[in-house]
């Protein structure tokens, strides 16, 4: 937990200097960035609840004083989890400010070739258009927001196993501050559901029609691409804002959990296939996302975790050997 804390104050100390560099009223932004503190603590209690109720039934069948020492705990890292989160959206903000959008027509144009010269968004809407809105947005957003955000809580409050509680925080600062602010900047992009706002014309004309054929433009989702385009036009921040398409963090953070579905309970192998896969499916459906900003985040997760598990594998095979008979 200590290298998370680190980390996590590594993390906001690098964005307030990046905020400073590119942003004309850094001041400002890392004020509101405090402010949001409480109302993130607040927003975890309230999304949360079915997380406090599972705790609060292990009382029935663990040991209380084990889980009594974990609150504590627990506090300090949700804390941390909100700074994280609210120094995420302060650097995602300011992404533009340091290196405009670029990488649009590129992957625009990989993603067309990658799926037989046909755009995802195309093959998505064939096949799930009797998807209800409302549905969808639950799933990419309600369901998918506190594991993603608060899965270091989720470690410290059920999980003993300090080997597997390294590994996946490490996944968690990967998701989101590798993918999310560090490649996201090196591939700056808007995503196809801004790509005519951004650059003009009628590239996406046919993604708009989808959405709103379907109904996903007159709801929540529409609504939130609106607040975002918004926020990006007056320089501001709000609470998840900021507009960066390469690579999905959401694909990416739903990797992780579904990594760590696995790790729990092998029998899981399906379900967790399937959040990634319906993730992905929804990343395009909805808009946000070409379809390589999933494939790229998947590759980038499961390849931390495939060397993270040989590192740990490794570490604990050296430190066995130390206590081989040979050497005792």
């Keep these: 937990m200590r290298n998370f804390l680190r980390f996590v104050a590594f993390y906001f100390l690098a964005g307030v200097a990046f905020v400073v560099l590119v942003r004309d009223d850094p001041v ?22 079915w997380l406090i109720l599972a705790f609060a039934a292990l009382f029935l069948v663990l040991p209380k004083g084990d889980l009594v020492a974990r609150i504590p705990r627990a506090f300090v890292v949700l804390m941390a989890c909100n700074l994280f989160f609210l120094t995420f959206t302060m650097v995602k903000t300011s992404l533009p400010y340091a290196l405009p959008f670029w990488a649009d027509p590129p992957l625009a144009e990989i993603d067309r070739l990658m799926h037989f010269g046909v755009d995802p968004y195309v093959l998505t809407h064939a096949v799930g258009g009797w998807i209800p809105p409302g549905a969808a947005m639950a799933l990419y957003m309600g369901a998918w927001l506190v594991p993603a955000m608060y899965l270091p809580v989720i470690l410290v409050l059920f999980d003993s196993d300090r080997a597997r509680v390294g590994r996946f925080l490490l996944l968690y600062c990967v998701g989101w501050a590798l993918l999310g602010s560090v ?47 918004r926020v990006y036009e007056s320089g501001t921040q709000g609470i998840g804002s900021g507009i960066s398409a ?64 040989h590192r740990q594998s490794a570490r604990s095979a050296h430190e066995m050997a130390d206590f081989s008979p040979e050497t005792i």
């Design 28 to 49: 400002a932004l890392i004020l509101d960035l405090g402010g949001a503190l409480p109302t993130s603590a607040i927003f975890f209690v309230e999304k949360a609840w």
């Design 183 to 229: 490649l996201a900047l090196g591939g700056m992009s808007a995503g196809p559901i801004f790509y005519d706002r951004l650059l003009g014309g009628d590239r996406f004309a046919g993604l708009i029609a989808a959405l709103e054929a379907s109904g996903i433009s007159d709801s929540t989702v529409g609504g939130v691409q609106d607040f975002l385009w």
């Design 246 to 309: 390469f690579p999905s963090v959401h694909v990416g953070l739903a990797c992780v959990v579904s990594l760590y579905l696995y790790e729990r309970a092998r029998w899981l192998a399906p379900v967790a296939v399937a959040v990634v896969v319906a993730f992905q499916f929804l990343s395009v459906h909805l808009g946000w996302h070409y379809a390589v900003d999933g494939y790229a985040s998947i590759i980038v997760i499961l390849a931390t975790w495939a060397w993270a598990r």
